[in-house]
T-cell receptor
Framework: EPEVTQTPSHQVTQMGQEVILRCVPI?????FYWYRQILGQKVEFLVS????????KSEIFDDQFSVERPDGSNFTLKIRSTKLEDSAMYFC??????????FGPGTRLTVL | QKEVEQDPGPLSVPEGAIVSLNCTYS??????FMWYRQYSRKGPELLMY????GNKEDGRFTAQVDKSSKYISLFIRDSQPSDSATYLC?????????????FGSGTRLSIRP
């Protein structure tokens, strides 16, 4: 199974601050995704990314969110001005040609 | 009606029992069906990935899809305490990559030694 790591494992931030969550695939993958899971709720799709472009995004992924792959390996999710309701686990996922998506361990974001 | 419905449990069974986990869905466009296992505060781990109706077996796990009833199941044989986790059903419309996955809410399973 492909491996992906995420940093940090836990991020605590003040409301209104910017955060950047990072995803590092161990092997070479083409497709990248971000999902989030608010405590006690289901895993929700945020965005998919391929060939340095967003392929699809959900309603959650508004102007406060952005993604990029700045150096060809790390895949980042930026939240420009965090809100209390952004507190959640954020999961990066990766896939190759077939849409079997493999998830990272997640970053727990706490907004105070 | 929710796109994907899953009984949240919790479900508690004795070690060695056969476990049956189920989901229903409303959107007939879903073609690919998955089961993920999630331990507390960890990322979802892909267990099974199936296409359309039918059965797929992998070790102690069997995934079953009935598209006519919009119903999918995961069976776990000879359940072990290490199988205790939350099981998420998931599905998407296309097997091509970059297609978003829609998840169920998860069923919490506990296997009693």
């Amino acid at each position: 199974e492909p491996e992906v790591t995420q940093t940090p494992s836990h991020q605590v931030t003040q409301m209104g601050q910017e955060v950047i969550l990072r995803c590092v695939p161990i092997s070479n993958h083409l497709y990248f995704y971000w999902y989030r899971q608010i405590l006690g709720q289901k895993v929700e799709f945020l965005v998919s990314f391929y060939n340095n472009e967003i392929s699809e995004k959900s309603e959650i992924f508004d102007d406060q969110f952005s993604v990029e792959r700045p150096d060809g390996s790390n895949f980042t999710l930026k939240i420009r001005s965090t809100k209390l309701e952004d507190s959640a686990m954020y999961f990066c996922a990766i896939s190759k040609e077939r849409n079997e998506q493999f998830f990272g361990p997640g970053t727990r974001l706490t907004v105070l | 009606q929710k796109e994907v419905e899953q009984d949240p449990g919790p479900l508690s069974v004795p070690e060695g029992a056969i476990v049956s986990l189920n989901c229903t869905y409303s959107n007939s466009a879903f073609q690919y069906f998955m089961w993920y296992r999630q331990y507390s505060r960890k990322g979802p781990e892909l267990l099974m990935y199936t296409y359309s109706s039918g059965n797929k077996e992998d070790g102690r796990f069997t995934a079953q899809v009935d598209k006519s009833s919009k119903y999918i199941s995961l069976f776990i044989r000879d359940s072990q305490p290490s199988d205790s986790a939350t099981y998420l059903c998931a599905m998407n419309r296309s097997g091509s990559s970059a297609s978003k996955i829609i998840f169920g809410s998860g069923t919490r399973l506990s296997i009693r030694p």
